[in-house]
């Protein structure tokens, strides 16, 4: 069953670039409804939650269905595609400490509330970029640039930043779950 629904999602994907413009041109006209994704590493590993901690591992037939909640940062140019991240599980927020070598953090939040603040709020502000891809797609933090999100090419370790380059993962399938 598992394999004729990924079947079906591969079918109707659309490309992030067509995610993206869905998000900034319809998120908000029902904000009772979270807008949930599926967001996976090239080595199909899902973001999920676990003990409080943001982990990518690999999903399997008994994985439970965790989902990332994304809204738009509209304070910030569109052009560079700026969104709130967090889970669903808890409501939690990414956001990043700055320094010398940036940290991932979750903290107690909801998505909604960063979007509806109408503040710059960069440090929980990740900017969506294609690459050569229409399909993929990184994580670059705003109050740290060239610091993206990543994986581990091991299963089960906790999400963190990356400058890219290495054994760390920086580019993600972006899907969302309607």
Not at 39 to 52: A, E, S
Not at 108 to 117: I, S
Not at 123 to 128: D, H, K, Q, V
Request: charged share 25%; net charge negative.
């Amino acid at each position: 069953m598992q394999q004729e629904e990924t079947s079906m999602i591969e079918h109707e994907r659309k490309t992030v670039n067509q995610e993206m413009a869905d998000l900034f041109n319809d998120y908000g006209r029902k904000p009772e409804v979270p807008w949930l994704y599926r967001i996976w590493d090239t080595k199909q590993k899902y973001l999920l939650l676990q003990n409080g901690t943001l982990v990518a591992a690999p999903q399997n037939s008994n994985s439970e269905d965790q989902l990332i909640t994304v809204a738009p940062n509209r304070v910030i140019d569109s052009s560079k595609r700026p969104i709130f991240m967090g889970t669903k599980v808890q409501n939690y927020v990414l956001t990043v400490k700055s320094g010398d070598r940036p940290q991932l953090q979750l903290v107690a939040g909801d998505v909604k509330d960063l979007h509806e603040k109408k503040e710059e709020s960069k440090e929980f502000t990740f900017y969506n970029q294609t690459k050569g891809s229409e399909t993929t797609c990184s994580f670059e933090s705003a109050i740290s640039p060239g610091w993206f999100l990543s994986t581990s090419a091991e299963p089960h370790k906790p999400l963190g930043l990356s400058q890219g380059g290495g054994s760390d993962i920086t580019i993600f399938y972006f899907v969302r779950k309607q």
